[in-house]
């Protein structure tokens, strides 16, 4: 069984059906990059599968576990995690609290009502910022950091949740494309050595065709084409809808 399955899920906004029949399946170690124009359902689905907004029809499972119905909070203890499209850091603090917050965070879920200190966790928070390189700006504020860098910050915070699966919703908005493929060149890396996987979208076709494992992509809700880089880009449907050509 795969890690993540996902059924036939759809979603309406009044009239607007914004995801229609969305299926697929991802494993641990696999990157798979979720494309389409705008307002084509990528977001709809990230919140679909947190518990952000319930589907109206359609299943997801974890290794075996349904995740509709549960609230947020639940779904990420079970291990969904995700970055944001903003900024989601706390600028006063300094980049190995933002961490070790979420390592707190993390205990208590664990833990119930044991209540260790949140310096408990400085070791732990500075490996998981060596992971992303940035152990050696853990003490600086986050509101001094560049803006990539915040990227990195958010980043660890998310891998801190310890996820089975990670969502990132365009990842690299607001970053220069030479930034951005550094960025996912690392979420690859971490994808290799760790098992980890991750659904993720984003709009410079660079980043995706060279770093997905696999691409789904969606036009108005729908899944229209699905595969390997290669599959994607020679798709006839995929150059008509979404390359234009
Ligand atoms: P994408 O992330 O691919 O750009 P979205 O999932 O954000 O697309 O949006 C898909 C469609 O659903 C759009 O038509 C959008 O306007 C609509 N939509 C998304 N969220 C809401 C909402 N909370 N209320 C009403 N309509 C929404
Ligand atoms: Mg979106």
Known sequence: MSRLVVENLHRSFGGVKAVRGVSFTLDGGELLALIGPNGAGKSTCFNLLNGQLRPDEGSVTLDGTPLVGLPPRRIWDLGVGRTFQITATFASMTVAENVQMVLLSKARALFGLWRPAAGRFRAEALEVLDR????????????????????????????????????????????????????MALTAALVRESGLAVLFTEHDMDVVFGHASRILVLDRGQPIAGGSPAQVRADPRVRAVYLGS
């Open 132 to 183: 992303v390189g940035m152990a050696d700006q853990a003490d600086r504020p986050c509101a001094v950091l560049a803006y990539g860098d915040l990227k990195r910050v958010e980043l660890a915070m998310a891998l801190a949740g310890a996820p089975k699966l990670l969502l990132m919703d365009e990842p690299t908005a607001g970053m220069a494309p030479a930034e951005r493929l550094e960025l």
